[in-house]
């Protein structure tokens, strides 16, 4: 169940908003989590964006930077400067459970499930290697200090934190696999299916989604790669029809391309 916002309109993540979602879900079915719409930001975020998103029903809640001791690594790139404040979705323990998705995805379908998932959920878009893009977490300050201190004694072969988490959540490599009855949900560790977090090229072969039912059905997608190819870059358009779904999405928002934004 999403909270709704009073009036339809977010804020800034504070004490009053999460009492409002408790009671919330006192007057519901407690088998349905009572969820919100959350956008970590960090300071250079500016007030007009963070306005946008309350205006969507988003909220908002301001992270510090994470130093990134993997800078000037062989796999070091530029991009990866602030991507370790990621990490404290970890460290959000006012919630039960956190269905993390990076800002080039698009949900595609109904995702309430995966709060059933376990403590730590990823998918596996590469045979060896878990995407962090989508993410199930049961968030604590101890596991997220524990990170902290292993930050500069751990390898990333990417430089970022997917290559850190890899190392970190490494038994993910070997964990059961979630499914739709209770003896696939729970427990520490579950490796999402295929179509909870799906690479956005994979349409492109047959230009169709094909991903079946035992697969997880088609959840959620994300613009992969480097930022070149990203939707909200306008050249994307002429050759990549899924730019074009991004767009749909966004045209739907109340106003999809404020001035001066």
Not at 54 to 69: A, F, K
Not at 79 to 85: E, I, T
Not at 135 to 140: E, G, H, W
Not at 161 to 168: A, E, I, K
């Amino acid at each position: 169940v999403l909270f709704e916002p009073a009036g339809g309109t977010a804020g800034e993540l504070d004490e009053r908003t999460l009492e409002a979602v408790c009671a919330g879900r006192a007057g519901h079915d407690l088998q349905q989590p009572q969820a919100i719409l959350l956008s970590m930001v960090t300071a250079d975020v500016s007030a007009k964006a963070r306005a946008q998103l309350h205006r969507d029903g988003v909220y908002t809640l301001e992270v510090r930077r994470v130093r990134n001791p993997y800078t000037g690594g062989e796999h070091y790139n530029h991009r990866f400067d602030d991507v370790l404040a990621k990490l404290q979705v970890f460290a959000l323990e006012q919630f039960e459970k956190v269905v993390y998705v990076d800002a080039d995805t698009l949900v595609l379908g109904d995702v309430q499930d995966m709060f059933e998932c376990g403590d730590f959920c990823a998918a596996f878009i590469n045979p060896c290697h878990f995407n962090s893009g989508v993410m199930v977490i049961r968030p604590s300050q101890a596991l997220f200090q524990s990170m902290l201190e292993k930050l500069a004694v751990t390898e990333s072969y990417d430089g970022g934190d997917q290559g850190f988490l890899n190392v970190y959540f490494s038994e993910l490599f070997y964990a059961p696999g979630f499914g739709p009855d209770d003896a696939h949900r729970g427990g520490p560790l579950r490796r999402l299916p295929f179509g909870y977090h799906l690479d956005h090229i994979v349409y492109y072969p047959r230009l169709q989604w094909e991903v079946p039912a035992r697969c997880g059905g088609l959840r959620i997608m994300e613009f992969m790669g480097v930022p070149l190819f990203k939707p909200w870059q306008w050249w994307t358009y002429p050759v990549m029809d899924l730019s074009w779904a991004w767009h749909a999405m966004r045209s739907q928002l109340s106003d999809p391309y404020p001035p001066d934004y």
